[in-house]
């Protein structure tokens, strides 16, 4: 059901089917792999009970992705296993010689993407440690220090005078070739099967948060989980490990997004993809205008809510999650800022009972990216007095 009012005063609300709906899990084999992965550890899951308090819930727990595999980003999860992948089916080259979607021959390979920042990154720093090329471009609105990360991980960087969406045209544009292979973590039709791959990766994300939850007395698993959202991959990823669990209850979901770029949002409203206008935003990496394509079956079924919010929230749950200890860019605190904007303000009781939310509930919050990430995040709470 949508609700055609102000996000900011109230989300746009699923019905209850999105905790019944059922889909299939992502590949086992994603664990192991990452696990295999030189430097690799379980994020930290940090339990933050102030923030309990002021949510009027049992427990709230941050999985804080500040760091991982060597980046300040969730993000190595997806370009890992998706290259990783790649590479691996160029070096079993099917008999008939006919080329997979998006893979050419055998040989070095240039791997291009386009990226707010993240992301590109850590194809980057994939392509370098496998003795791989990487070209990414990068929308305008992404900050000179986060440009320079990518660089200093050998990449060629092309800077685009354009929105995100324009990065991504011109990087498959750039990557029609025969030694070429677009690493995008977006979907369309025709170009689907490596965005999949990604997506997958990101499932190790999900299993941690599990497995901390557990050794913390929470073996059901939590009761809402707070996704920020650009694309929708990630959200793509926390709906296929929720909604494929055999047994026990399952959680309520909620997206976030930027006021600027709240795509999901306006999809759901409609109940139909569509392609928004971005604006400027300091959450730049989820500042996307169209929603992957295989992630919308997903969030159209299996999110339970979505909100959007506004950059100073996100700043101001950037500095309060520094304040307790967990280092969060202004990605990663949207989750924080959305959860607030749901549980607080005109009509949050009434939201509360639909995400089936009460003084017991266990939350987690999915804190994407630390402040190394993104270097708005330093300077807004510098600005804010945080």
């Excluded at 079993?92 to 993240?118: F, H, K, Y």
């Excluded at 992630?295 to 304040?323: E, K, M, Q």
Aim: hydrophobic share 40%; with cysteine.
């Amino acid at each position: 059901m949508s609700d055609n009012a102000s996000p900011r005063a109230r989300p746009w609300l699923a019905g209850p089917g999105a905790r019944t709906w059922r889909c299939d899990p992502a590949p086992a084999a994603v664990r192991g792999f990452h696990a295999g992965l030189p430097g690799h550890a379980p994020t930290p899951l940090t339990e933050l009970p102030s923030l309990a308090a002021e949510l009027g819930v049992g427990r709230v727990f941050v999985k804080d992705e500040s760091c991982r595999l060597g980046l300040p980003a969730f993000k190595a999860l997806g370009a890992s296993w998706a290259v990783h992948r790649i590479l691996a089916e160029r070096a079993e080259r099917p008999e008939d010689g006919r080329q997979s979607e998006g893979v050419a021959d055998p040989g070095p390979i240039l791997l291009v993407t386009a990226t707010d920042g993240n992301h590109g990154r850590a194809v980057a720093r994939m392509a370098h440690r496998l003795g791989q090329r990487a070209h990414v471009f990068v929308p305008q609105g992404v900050h000179p220090r986060a440009v320079a990360a990518i660089k200093a991980e050998r990449a060629e960087v092309t800077e685009v005078a354009g929105p995100y969406d324009e990065a991504v045209r011109l990087a498959a544009e750039a990557a029609d070739g025969p030694d070429a292979v677009l690493v995008q973590d977006t979907a369309w039709p025709g170009y689907e099967r490596i965005p999949g791959w990604i997506v997958e990766g990101y499932s190790t994300l999900c299993a941690e948060t599990d497995e901390q939850l557990a050794a913390e007395g929470i073996g059901s698993g939590p009761d809402l989980v707070s996704v920020p959202v650009g694309v929708g991959s990630l959200a793509q990823a926390v709906v296929t490990h929720y909604r494929s669990r055999p047994s026990g209850p399952a959680p309520a979901l909620l997206s976030v997004e930027p006021e600027a770029a709240a795509c999901v949002l306006a999809s759901l409203t409609r109940g139909e993809p569509v392609s928004v206008t971005t604006g400027a935003t300091t959450m730049a990496g989820l500042n996307c205008g169209t929603p992957s394509s295989i992630a919308w079956p997903y969030l159209r079924r299996g999110l339970d809510a979505a909100v959007a919010v506004p950059d100073a929230s996100s700043t101001r749950a950037a500095g309060d999650l520094a304040a307790l200890g967990v280092s969060s860019g202004p990605c990663g605190a949207a989750a924080l800022a959305g959860l607030r904007a749901v549980l607080t303000g005109a009509g949050a009781d009434e939201r509360r009972t639909a995400l089936g939310l009460d003084a017991t509930s266990a939350v987690v919050l999915l804190s994407t990216e630390g402040t190394a990430a993104n270097p708005h995040s330093a300077a807004e709470q510098q600005a804010h007095g945080v």
